[in-house]
């Protein structure tokens, strides 16, 4: 008898072994612990789990903000926000994606994705802290995954774009209200307001598409710059009056595209917890239909989002926008590219020549 209880004992212990786990490996009938991890996915454990089709990566640095504070704290809310979409189903199966109500079919079904965690930021030195931010997302690139960067203020972007060196022309996608094509403030040539003049000196970036622009500047010499580089701009209005096609139409077709969301390009009503707000910004269904068609027109190959403040985000709602925005971008990106076990990455190394484009 005593044989046959031990027996029936470890049975169980077996079955429930081999019972479906949570995101964290435990058992569905235990304690229910999650990763804090964007969107509840595995967190990033070296060569363990392979390569996976997105690698997220968090920038907490609000070193090259010139108004408001606060973005540092940007990818942990983002991160608390985007729980609301969890990537694992409550059995622990993993990469079944979404379904979208609205489209009336799955999302992001199959695509693998991991959590990088944060870059560690250095108090005081904004090239220590950019240089990390570069080598980062280098070493996604390396791991042959899309690599998605959380900020932050705007000023990560350049050092995010500075790590596709090598990988053959790139052309830079931003969503914002503001240019951020300053030269330099106050002495500093790193900040928010100076990423895409940055970005424009780099010798693979070929050409810049700004889209749903729309603040008020003090100076002229910023635009002047931007029209000398032959920078495309369509401002919200343009957005508003022709819809995703005025997107388009400023993107080189076929090429490889970084794609900068800085969520001030939404209105302030939308998304308020932003260090710069603007008023009579875009609609969320604006900004994300136009990602969509960006997204059939060009191949994007890096992606970050950025300007996120929660000291200003009543409600969270930035936050919760932000969190979906990455996912519908996601969606945009890998509708019919092929997945992690495919013949091909987010991008492959080219070393192809710089070329110009012709911004007409």
């Given at each position: 008898m005593r044989s046959?209880?031990?027996?029936?004992?470890?049975?169980?212990?077996?079955?429930?072994?081999?019972?479906?786990?949570?995101?964290?490996?435990?058992?569905?009938?235990?304690?229910?612990?999650?990763?804090?991890?964007?969107?509840?996915?595995?967190?990033?454990?070296?060569?363990?789990?392979?390569?996976?089709?997105?690698?997220?990566?968090?920038?907490?640095?609000?070193?090259?903000?010139?108004?408001?504070?606060?973005?540092?704290?940007?990818?942990?809310?983002?991160?608390?926000?985007?729980?609301?979409?969890?990537?694992?189903?409550?059995?622990?199966?993993?990469?079944?994606?979404?379904?979208?109500?609205?489209?009336?079919?799955?999302?992001?079904?199959?695509?693998?994705?991991?959590?990088?965690?944060?870059?560690?930021?250095?108090?005081?030195?904004?090239?220590?802290?950019l240089d990390?931010?570069?080598?980062?997302v280098r070493s996604i690139l390396a791991a042959g995954s899309l690599p998605v960067v959380i900020g932050g203020d705007h000023a990560?972007?350049?050092?995010?774009?500075?790590?596709?060196?090598?990988?053959?022309?790139?052309?830079?996608?931003?969503?914002d209200s503001h240019q951020d094509f300053v030269d330099e403030r106050h002495g500093v040539r790193l900040g928010h307001g100076n990423a895409m003049r940055r970005a424009s000196e780099l010798p693979f970036v070929t050409g810049i598409s700004q889209?749903?622009?729309?603040?008020?500047?003090?100076?002229?010499?910023?635009?002047e710059a931007s029209r000398r580089y032959g920078v495309r701009v369509v401002t919200a209005s343009d957005l508003r009056r022709r819809g995703p096609r005025a997107a388009t139409a400023c993107v080189p077709a076929g090429g490889a595209c970084y794609l900068t969301l800085d969520i001030d390009v939404l209105d302030i009503a939308t998304a308020p917890g932003t260090g710069t707000p603007e008023p009579g910004g875009l609609a969320y269904a604006e900004v994300r239909d136009a990602i969509r068609a960006v997204a059939r027109r060009c191949r994007i190959v890096g992606v970050d989002l950025v300007e996120v403040s929660p000291p200003y985000d009543w409600a969270e709602v930035t936050a919760r926008a932000a969190a979906r925005l990455v996912l519908d971008a996601l969606s945009a990106i890998f509708d019919g590219r092929p997945r992690a076990g495919g013949a091909r990455g987010p991008d492959s190394p080219a070393h192809a020549p710089r070329r110009r484009e012709n911004h007409g």
């Amino acid at each position: 008898m005593r044989s046959t209880k031990e027996q029936s004992r470890r049975v169980a212990q077996r079955r429930v072994s081999a019972a479906a786990s949570g995101p964290n490996g435990a058992s569905p009938e235990g304690p229910r612990v999650r990763h804090h991890t964007f969107y509840g996915v595995p967190p990033y454990d070296g060569a363990a789990r392979g390569r996976t089709d997105v690698a997220f990566l968090g920038v907490p640095f609000d070193l090259g903000t010139t108004l408001r504070p606060g973005t540092r704290f940007g990818p942990e809310a983002v991160r608390a926000a985007s729980a609301w979409w969890q990537y694992a189903r409550d059995d622990g199966a993993a990469a079944e994606g979404w379904y979208d109500l609205d489209r009336q079919r799955w999302i992001l079904r199959g695509v693998t994705m991991a959590d990088w965690g944060d870059v560690r930021i250095t108090p005081a030195d904004i090239g220590v802290n950019l240089d990390r931010i570069t080598e980062g997302v280098r070493s996604i690139l390396a791991a042959g995954s899309l690599p998605v960067v959380i900020g932050g203020d705007h000023a990560i972007t350049y050092p995010a774009i500075r790590a596709f060196g090598g990988r053959g022309p790139l052309h830079v996608v931003q969503f914002d209200s503001h240019q951020d094509f300053v030269d330099e403030r106050h002495g500093v040539r790193l900040g928010h307001g100076n990423a895409m003049r940055r970005a424009s000196e780099l010798p693979f970036v070929t050409g810049i598409s700004q889209i749903g622009l729309r603040g008020l500047q003090k100076y002229t010499e910023p635009l002047e710059a931007s029209r000398r580089y032959g920078v495309r701009v369509v401002t919200a209005s343009d957005l508003r009056r022709r819809g995703p096609r005025a997107a388009t139409a400023c993107v080189p077709a076929g090429g490889a595209c970084y794609l900068t969301l800085d969520i001030d390009v939404l209105d302030i009503a939308t998304a308020p917890g932003t260090g710069t707000p603007e008023p009579g910004g875009l609609a969320y269904a604006e900004v994300r239909d136009a990602i969509r068609a960006v997204a059939r027109r060009c191949r994007i190959v890096g992606v970050d989002l950025v300007e996120v403040s929660p000291p200003y985000d009543w409600a969270e709602v930035t936050a919760r926008a932000a969190a979906r925005l990455v996912l519908d971008a996601l969606s945009a990106i890998f509708d019919g590219r092929p997945r992690a076990g495919g013949a091909r990455g987010p991008d492959s190394p080219a070393h192809a020549p710089r070329r110009r484009e012709n911004h007409g």
